[in-house]
């Protein structure tokens, strides 16, 4: 089961962000692995695949054709299978209530784009890192709340 | 009807274990959290099979002695935040070093290269992790979980909860509790 | 009230006539004794006569009689004897006819007794003389007692005869002067009740006199009244109509017909011509509630269309009442309105609200979809700026840095407008929740998103204890940290930022400035600070957008926080005034309902 890896999955249509999010773990010293998609239905035929391996993290762009990031994030949670992946929304918009919403949801993660690189990278060190201790200290993954 | 559960992560972890090694046939004697002590030597088929075992549950026989150092110096920081009766009156860093025989140069360096995170950060995030479960199965309000945690003050907790989690204590009360709720609904 | 006093002159009336009857029936009695009175006494009076005429002519006969008898006695001629005995039968008649005169007095029946005993007596006599005549032995001394006794016994009659002559004129006295003392009173009280009579028929006549002319004044009244209510049927559009559920009629008012398009009165007032005009949509329905109304003998208000012979469509709304009249008739009396105009412009009303909302809506929604959408690039141009200074940087030249630079701090600008703009478009959108909130933790929430700040500016921020209420939480924390940031912004250089929050509970009466609040209560909510403040002369503009009072140079603002706090206020039907002074600092009053 365990691997040396950290499995990220990135949802978003927007080929920049794509760019920007691949580059930042480039650059980040962290062991990962990071796929990419377009869309929501092109995840979710991923995640609902017996094939495939669920990622650690999940990040989740809000506005995406097909199938909104609110729309997979309720069939996630729907999903027994995929109940242990934690889901960060990767959002360019963050009013406190879009938050709380997605949090309800269940995303245990908030993120709103950053402007600058180097912001970005140190976010998603947090992230990864944070996820990391979740997953390996025994903590209650139900009370895993982060918003940055 | 839906139960919230509080789990004694040792006890469970605990009786795992001993289900598992027994199971094996395996002489041991646990030490501590995340620590057992094989009285006989271990063959490497019975080695294989106790590994694939544990995986089954999530835990890891930690191969490096780094690896062990660090879960020592998580088991010590978590028993300094979750049991009230190891009163630490000097710096948490003297007391690790104390503890576990090593300068907390060398501990702080160690940890920061396997976890990718620091001691110190380690250390918030299990006292934030208290106060939650405190926040959510507890009748303290969080002036007393300020008080139980050690904090100077509630603004301190406070701020280091927004810090870390990047919402406030009452925001996360909220959600966790709206979660609850429709949780509940679905289960009607 | 007058139709009691008109019931009173009524019962009066009747009593009045009641009274007058009964003076005439008492009188047409009185004039009926009367006049059998008059016709008994003059009964009486021939009556009387006749008995002394009788009586005369039995003394005349026996007389007769008595010397005819002594004309026997002496030619003893028996011619003498036929004509005393005939003379007998004479008597015996006037006896019969003096019996049924004399009737029932006792006193008179005795004395006729007696009389008769008497001539019975003489008879005797005559007969026992005669023997001795017959015998010739008319000069003994019997026959001379006899022939004496005789003349006693008819002494006697002629006594007896006029005793009750004078008896009978007695009585004929007695009964006259009875009558005299009755018939002297009469007149005198025909007079009086004659009098008492008119007295009462003049009062009646006044009486009624006196209710013709109020009824008068009240039939002009009525007059006006009707012609009015046809004036303002006319003008405001409405007719009625009265159902004599008893009779089952119908009366339509002239303008109710003219609401169905017709000339008044052109067509029988009843259900089924009225249902003829009634839209085929409505028709089932008014005809059920009209069936409920017979049932009910009350019509709710309903509403329904009429369809005009010319076409055109009217809304119609009716109601109905059952209702009383003073002889217990039972009516219901209805009143039909045409309300076309008022739907016609309520549906207009309706339309252009709706258009506003729209527009309100697509405003709002084109404002958050521009500014939330207007991040996505400039968040990217950022990004990439920051890839192209840590990675490039090297090979520019200097003014390429500066160019970099000036970029940079341009799109951190564009930044800062587009979040506020996105900010208050936030607090525009409609459907927040009001939940009632501990307003010192919302106020520490604030404090928390700008702790940063208030340590880098060491600033002092004192705070009264908050109430708990009502609040929209999102916009309340919002309008806390615009405030505070505001002040931390405009601080002055080279000082400790003060910032001071003071809550009051306010009566609105009591302040000034809550002279046109609508609520009694507010939390007054004070923020005072230390910093540059600011003319009072805009402190009414300070909160319109965009608009700014420092130059984005000196002080980085957008001039959207205080729309944003504006906004947020409004949101919660509060007030928020600001009070400035140059180098002195301003103050903040906000007022929240309570």
Known sequence: ?148 | ?188 | MKRNNLFKSTSFLRVVLLLSLFVILLIGGFTYRHISNLTNSEEIVVKTYNVNLELEHIVSYLRDAESAHRNYIVTKDRFYVNTYLNAKEKVNRAFLKLEDLVGLNSNQQKNLTVLNKLTDSLYNNFSKTNAFVTDNTTNTETFKTLFFEEKIIMDSIRRQSNAMFDLENKLLNEKQNEYQSDLRFTPLFFYLVLLATLVLIIMAYNKISNDLKKIKAKNDQLLIFEESTNQSEIIGKHGNWVWHIDSNKFIYSDNLYRLLGEEPQSFEANFDNFLKFVHPEDVDKLAEDLDNMIDAEELPFVNYRIVQKNGSIKHLKAYAKSFYSADGQKRLLGNTSDITDEIESFLELEERNLELERNNKELSAFNYAASHDLQEPLRKIQTFISRLEEKESDKFSDPGHQYLDRIKSASARMRLLIDDLLQFSRTNKPDKEFVSADLNELFENAKQDIVEIILEKKAQITSDTLPRAKVIVFQMQQLFLNLLSNSLKYCKKETVPIIEINYSKVKANDDPLLSKAPKSFYHKITFSDNGIGFDQKYAGKIFDLFNRLHNKQEYSGTGIGLSICKKIIDNHQGFIFAKGEINIGSVFTVYLPE
């Not at chain 1, 962290?30 to 796929?35: A, E, L, Q, R």
């Not at chain 1, 025994?138 to 009370?143: A, I, R, V, Y």
């Not at chain 2, 549950?57 to 028993?79: A, C, F, H, P, R």
Request: charged residues 25%; negative net charge; glycine residues 4%.
């Open chain 1, 1 to 148: 089961m365990q691997t040396d890896y950290i499995h990220i999955i990135l949802a978003d249509d927007d080929e920049d962000d794509i760019l920007f999010f691949t580059d930042a773990f480039d650059e980040l010293k962290i062991n990962t692995k990071v796929n990419t998609f377009k869309d929501g239905e092109e995840l979710m035929d991923y995640l609902n695949d017996d094939q495939s391996r669920m990622p650690n993290v999940l990040f989740l762009d809000l506005n995406m054709p097909k199938k909104t990031g609110i729309e997979c994030l309720k069939e996630i949670k729907a999903s027994h299978k995929m109940s242990e992946i934690a889901i960060a929304i990767y959002s360019t918009s963050a009013s406190e209530e879009d938050i709380e919403k997605t949090f309800v949801l269940g995303a245990n993660i908030y993120i709103k784009k950053p402007g600058d690189f180097k912001k970005l990278k140190k976010l998603l060190s947090e992230v990864v890192s944070i996820n990391w201790q979740y997953h390996t200290n025994g903590l209650n993954k139900d009370n895993f709340l982060l918003s940055l």
């Open chain 2, 1 to 188: 009807m839906k139960l919230f559960l509080k789990f004694d992560f040792n006890t469970v972890s605990k009786k795992i274990l001993e289900s598992k090694f027994n199971g094996l046939n395996l002489e041991y004697k646990i030490i501590g959290f995340g620590e057992v002590e094989l009285l006989k030597k271990i063959k490497p088929e019975e080695y294989l099979a106790l590994n694939d075992s544990l995986n089954d549950y999530g835990i890891e026989i930690v191969e490096s002695q780094k690896g062990i150092l660090v879960q020592k110096i998580k088991d010590t920081i978590i028993d300094m935040v979750f049991n009230e009766d190891i009163i630490v009156n000097v710096k948490s860093s003297v007391y690790l070093s104390e503890k576990l025989g090593h300068s907390y140069g060398y501990l702080s360096n160690l940890f920061s290269e396997i976890t990718y995170s620091s001691i110190e950060n380690f250390m918030i995030i299990q006292k934030i992790e208290y106060s939650k479960q405190l926040l959510l199965n507890s009748e303290l309000n969080l002036t007393e979980i300020a008080f139980k945690l050690n904090y100077s003050s509630v603004a301190h907790l406070s701020t280091q909860f927004k810090n870390t989690t990047g919402i406030t204590p009452s925001a996360f009360q909220r959600i966790i509790l709206k979660r609850r709720d429709i949780a509940q609904q679905k289960a009607n």
